[in-house]
């Protein structure tokens, strides 16, 4: 059990250090610090000062080492468009994309998980069928189309909700929240289903046919055998095991809400870190790129490790496997 | 039923005949849908195809623009023109002309970065399950860490770093060309990882051994001997990630970073409609992303229909 741990915390720094080594690269290399800096008309010897006080002549295994340290502490430069410190434009925008991440995984978990054990109760009904061709539907459309219909539905032609920003927020501590506020609740109901359409028909996949699986098995035919009510056959015993597998894919689907968060802050113009991002690799500014990437895989890396550990708790078999091993 | 029982009567040639009992084909005209799917999809690579032929206007010629023709309804709507079928953009294009030529790009951009991905995934997963040892977990590592990432994430981080080390590029083929870099290395994950472990288990069969007993050299041996063996699975990921990258590109070129409005894709056009959606100029995005949607879901269909056909376990 101990080893196991230790061997998947392993893995995530190794993640972590190659993660920061390819951001490392990107803000030493490819921008040139110093050029962002100052003006045309800064001389060479100015720039060669500059150069020296920023240490970009120390030896590139120093560098790294502070680069890591300063990502420690979240201190990752200053952004060449705004000339603000990255972290205070990050340290904004954060809530929101995990306010909007959460509110849609949310939304996803509680449709998909209900309409996948449906449909794999209830195959042959119609709505089975009707809601199996829209999930089609809905993992074939880009998020970004999703996003645009919604609009053109419910805020053009309909007139029923807001099309973009966060409505009014709260600051609670250095958190800001749209959840409290009517027109806060009102502006994150399009980006949220917008974001979770997609994880949501997966989901709903992805429990059909591990219910469907787990229906056949051995001991489901025996629980009905000994006369079990089918309510407990299904809900009691079916949907428990079903579960396992698709809480790791939810809990991985959550790290790439956070990256598709990209397109549909655009679209619906939600003021977080994904838009934030957008506009960097736009104008090619490095350090906000980099300082997103370590944030990300940091989140990503953080939740592969939480999934895994539930694995073990839920999963008796890994257990035994992981104390044997 | 009947159809498949009338064709056996007509006389065919017998290589025809034959084509038309293998099992593939069996399978593909008994499922309707994919049957649909597939004319569906042939439908828009023919319109793609054939733009320069069968489009009325030309998109990209400037010559031919007039902007007093500028956001101009479809046909059936009121102030409709009979010279533009789906009405006109903001620019006086027509946008049935730019939805074939924007197709083109769509598509064209889709396959190249396809073709990269399955070339670079190929030759990487043969050499990883060939050697073994520090190449196979170099590689496979490398492959692990890109796979903690959804690909929009490594695409746009690719895109962003092209543009800071080469700067905004007035050349608009450059566009195409980053775009293709982007897709195409963020998506080898996959090929490699099939083609590695298909090949573990190639190389310590007979025939692999008694090519190299007779002194055959590794590079032939991988090329001529084990990728035939095991391409089939490979045919698979390609079609379905032909829908994954054909989204990719047009989300990138809608998020601003991937082909300019002069040159427009359907997700560039998406990208102008949805300027003018407020102001009631719909069809200017919706077309677009009708066509979009209908192709993305007609090849996702017929990938579906592929992976369960070729797959031996449901036969």
Same mark, same amino acid.
């Given at each position: 059990?101990?080893?196991?741990? +230790?061997?998947?915390?392993?893995?995530?720094?190794?993640?972590?250090?190659?993660?920061?080594? &390819?951001?490392?690269?990107?803000?030493?290399?490819?921008?040139?610090?110093?050029?962002?800096?100052?003006?045309i008309?800064?001389?060479?010897?100015e720039?060669?000062?500059l @150069?020296?006080?920023?240490?970009?002549?120390?030896? #590139?295994?120093?560098?790294?080492?502070?680069?890591?340290?300063?990502?420690?502490?979240?201190?990752?430069?200053?952004?060449?468009?705004?000339?603000?410190?990255?972290?205070?434009? /990050?340290?904004? @925008?954060?809530?929101?994309? &995990?306010?909007?991440?959460?509110?849609?995984? *949310?939304?996803?978990?509680?449709?998909?998980?209900?309409m996948?054990?449906?449909?794999?109760? =209830?195959?042959?009904?119609w709505?089975?069928?009707?809601?199996?061709t829209?999930?089609?539907?809905?993992?074939?459309?880009?998020?970004? +189309?999703?996003?645009?219909?919604? &609009?053109?539905?419910?805020?053009?032609?309909?007139?029923?909700?807001?099309?973009?920003?966060?409505?009014?927020?709260?600051?609670?501590?250095?958190?800001? !929240?749209?959840? +409290?506020?009517?027109?806060?609740?009102?502006?994150?109901?399009?980006?949220?289903?917008?974001?979770?359409?997609?994880?949501?028909?997966?989901?709903?996949?992805?429990?059909?046919?591990?219910?469907?699986?787990?229906?056949?098995?051995?001991?489901?035919?025996?629980?009905?055998?000994?006369?079990?009510?089918?309510?407990?056959?299904?809900?009691?015993?079916?949907?428990?095991?079903?579960?396992?597998?698709?809480?790791?894919?939810?809990?991985?689907?959550?790290?790439?809400?956070?990256?598709?968060?990209?397109?549909?802050? !655009?679209?619906?113009?939600?003021?977080?870190?994904?838009?934030?991002?957008?506009?960097?690799?736009?104008?090619?500014?490095?350090?906000?790129?980099?300082?997103?990437l370590?944030?990300?895989?940091?989140i990503? #890396?953080? %939740?592969?490790?939480?999934?895994?550990?539930?694995?073990?708790?839920?999963?008796?078999?890994?257990? /035994?496997?992981?104390?044997?091993? | 039923?009947?159809?498949? =029982?009338?064709?056996?009567?007509?006389?065919?040639?017998?290589?025809l005949?034959?084509?038309?009992?293998?099992?593939?084909?069996?399978?593909?005209?008994?499922s309707?849908?994919?049957?649909?799917?597939?004319?569906?999809?042939?439908?828009?690579?023919?319109?793609?195809?054939?733009?320069?032929?069968?489009?009325? =206007?030309?998109?990209?010629?400037l010559?031919?623009?007039?902007?007093?023709?500028?956001?101009?309804?479809?046909?059936?709507?009121?102030?409709?023109?009979?010279?533009?079928?789906?009405?006109?953009?903001?620019?006086g294009?027509?946008?049935?002309?730019?939805?074939?030529?924007?197709?083109?790009?769509?598509?064209?951009? $889709?396959?190249?970065?396809?073709?990269?991905?399955?070339?670079?995934?190929?030759?990487?997963? *043969?050499?990883? $399950?060939?050697?073994? $040892?520090?190449?196979? !977990?170099?590689?496979?590592?490398?492959?692990?860490?890109?796979?903690?990432?959804p690909?929009?994430?490594?695409?746009?981080?690719i895109?962003?770093?092209?543009?800071?080390l080469?700067?905004?590029?007035?050349?608009?083929?450059?566009?195409?060309?980053?775009?293709?870099l982007? %897709?195409?290395?963020?998506?080898?994950?996959?090929?490699?990882? !099939?083609?590695?472990?298909?090949t573990?288990?190639?190389?310590?069969?007979?025939?692999? +051994?008694?090519?190299?007993?007779?002194?055959?050299?590794?590079?032939?041996?991988?090329v001529?001997? /084990?990728?035939?063996?095991?391409?089939?699975?490979?045919?698979?990921?390609?079609?379905?990630?032909?829908?994954?990258?054909?989204?990719?590109?047009?989300?990138?070129?809608?998020?601003g970073?991937?082909?300019?409005?002069?040159?427009?894709?359907?997700?560039?056009? &998406?990208?102008?409609?949805?300027?003018?959606?407020?102001?009631?100029?719909?069809?200017?995005? %919706?077309?677009?992303?009708?066509?979009?949607?209908?192709?993305?879901?007609?090849?996702?269909?017929? $990938?579906?229909?592929?992976?369960?056909?070729?797959?031996?376990?449901?036969?």
């Amino acid at each position: 059990m101990l080893a196991f741990v +230790l061997r998947r915390a392993v893995q995530a720094v190794l993640v972590m250090v190659v993660v920061a080594l &390819i951001a490392f690269t990107l803000f030493r290399f490819v921008g040139d610090p110093v050029n962002q800096m100052v003006g045309i008309e800064t001389s060479a010897q100015e720039r060669a000062r500059l @150069r020296q006080e920023l240490g970009l002549n120390d030896p #590139v295994v120093v560098q790294f080492a502070r680069f890591i340290w300063a990502a420690a502490h979240f201190d990752f430069g200053v952004s060449y468009q705004f000339k603000q410190p990255v972290n205070d434009l /990050i340290k904004q @925008r954060f809530p929101a994309t &995990i306010e909007l991440s959460l509110v849609s995984a *949310l939304f996803s978990l509680l449709l998909g998980i209900p309409m996948g054990v449906y449909t794999a109760l =209830h195959r042959d009904s119609w709505l089975s069928g009707f809601i199996l061709t829209v999930s089609l539907v809905g993992i074939s459309l880009p998020t970004f +189309l999703t996003g645009i219909l919604l &609009i053109f539905l419910f805020s053009v032609t309909l007139g029923w909700l807001p099309s973009f920003g966060r409505g009014d927020v709260v600051a609670i501590g250095f958190w800001t !929240t749209g959840l +409290l506020t009517k027109s806060g609740l009102r502006a994150i109901i399009l980006p949220a289903v917008t974001l979770g359409l997609f994880q949501m028909a997966l989901i709903m996949r992805l429990v059909r046919s591990e219910m469907i699986e787990v229906l056949r098995t051995d001991y489901i035919k025996f629980a009905r055998a000994r006369g079990l009510p089918n309510r407990i056959v299904n809900f009691g015993h079916a949907l428990k095991n079903t579960l396992v597998p698709v809480m790791t894919i939810a809990g991985l689907q959550l790290g790439s809400i956070i990256a598709f968060a990209i397109i549909t802050e !655009t679209v619906f113009q939600w003021p977080g870190m994904g838009l934030l991002f957008l506009r960097a690799v736009q104008n090619a500014d490095i350090p906000i790129m980099s300082a997103y990437l370590l944030l990300v895989a940091g989140i990503f #890396v953080i %939740i592969n490790l939480v999934v895994d550990l539930l694995y073990v708790v839920v999963d008796p078999r890994i257990r /035994i496997e992981a104390r044997s091993a | 039923m009947s159809a498949q =029982h009338d064709a056996s009567h007509i006389k065919w040639s017998p290589r025809l005949t034959k084509f038309l009992d293998n099992d593939l084909v069996y399978s593909f005209r008994k499922s309707k849908i994919t049957v649909v799917a597939t004319l569906v999809a042939l439908v828009i690579v023919l319109g793609a195809v054939l733009a320069p032929w069968i489009a009325p =206007h030309n998109p990209f010629d400037l010559k031919t623009l007039n902007l007093l023709d500028s956001n101009m309804p479809p046909v059936w709507a009121k102030g409709g023109d009979a010279r533009f079928l789906l009405g006109t953009d903001d620019q006086g294009r027509d946008v049935f002309s730019t939805i074939l030529y924007g197709s083109r790009l769509s598509l064209a951009v $889709g396959l190249m970065s396809v073709a990269l991905a399955a070339a670079l995934g190929i030759t990487l997963g *043969l050499l990883a $399950g060939y050697s073994g $040892g520090v190449i196979d !977990t170099l590689i496979m590592r490398a492959a692990d860490v890109q796979l903690t990432f959804p690909a929009i994430l490594i695409a746009l981080l690719i895109d962003g770093t092209v543009r800071a080390l080469f700067g905004e590029s007035h050349d608009e083929n450059a566009a195409i060309w980053v775009l293709v870099l982007s %897709i195409g290395l963020s998506f080898w994950v996959q090929y490699a990882r !099939t083609v590695r472990s298909m090949t573990f288990v190639e190389k310590n069969k007979d025939y692999v +051994l008694a090519a190299r007993l007779i002194g055959i050299r590794p590079w032939f041996i991988l090329v001529r001997h /084990i990728l035939p063996n095991v391409i089939g699975p490979v045919l698979v990921i390609v079609t379905i990630n032909l829908a994954l990258a054909i989204i990719l590109e047009a989300t990138l070129s809608f998020l601003g970073v991937g082909l300019s409005p002069t040159q427009p894709s359907l997700g560039t056009m &998406i990208r102008i409609g949805n300027n003018f959606l407020f102001s009631g100029e719909w069809w200017i995005a %919706i077309f677009p992303g009708v066509t979009l949607a209908a192709l993305v879901l007609s090849v996702n269909l017929v $990938g579906d229909w592929l992976r369960d056909a070729l797959n031996p376990k449901l036969r």
